[in-house]
C-alpha cells in the first residue's frame, strides 16, 4: 500500500525557517511529480509548490516565491519543502502528494497519493 508521510511540522515564530519532509513507501518518487499543498479551515486546498518527475522543473505560488524551496533527494526517497520568512498567511495544514504526470501543476486533480498533512503556525 502506497503512503506518503509528512513531517518537520511546528509552530514557530515569524521570520523564521521550517523544513517539511515527505517520504513513502511503495513509491519511487524521483519518478512523480510531488507536489505541497496547504489548507486551512474554511478554504480550498491551496498548491504551494511543486517539482516534477521528469526534469525536476520547481513552480511556486505567488506568494511563496523567493522563502520557498522545493527539493528532491533520490537516496532518501524524499521531498523537501524548506519555508523561509515565515509569516502568519503560512499557517496550515501541509500536504504532499504524488502523481505519476508529465511536469507539475498546482491543483489536487491530477494527484492520486496525498499524505495526511502537518501542521504548520507561524505565531508570535
Known amino acids: 500500500q502506497v503512503q506518503l508521510v509528512e513531517s518537520g511540522g511546528a509552530l514557530v515564530e515569524p521570520g523564521r525557517s521550517v523544513r517539511l519532509s515527505c517520504t513513502t513507501s511503495?513509491?519511487?518518487?524521483?519518478?512523480?511529480?510531488v507536489a505541497w499543498f496547504r489548507q486551512v479551515p474554511g478554504k480550498e486546498r491551496e498548491g504551494i509548490s511543486c517539482?516534477?518527475?521528469?526534469?525536476?522543473?520547481?513552480h511556486y505560488t505567488d506568494s511563496v516565491k523567493g522563502r520557498f524551496t522545493v527539493s528532491r533527494d533520490g537516496a532518501k526517497n524524499a521531498v523537501f519543502l524548506e519555508m523561509e520568512d515565515v509569516n502568519p498567511g503560512d499557517t496550515g495544514v501541509y500536504y504532499c502528494a504524488a502523481a505519476a504526470i508529465w511536469g507539475c501543476r498546482l491543483v489536487p486533480t491530477p494527484y492520486d497519493f496525498w499524505g495526511q498533512g502537518t501542521q504548520v503556525t507561524v505565531s508570535s
Open positions: 511503495g513509491l519511487t518518487l524521483t519518478r512523480f511529480a
Open positions: 517539482i516534477s518527475g521528469n526534469d525536476d522543473t520547481t
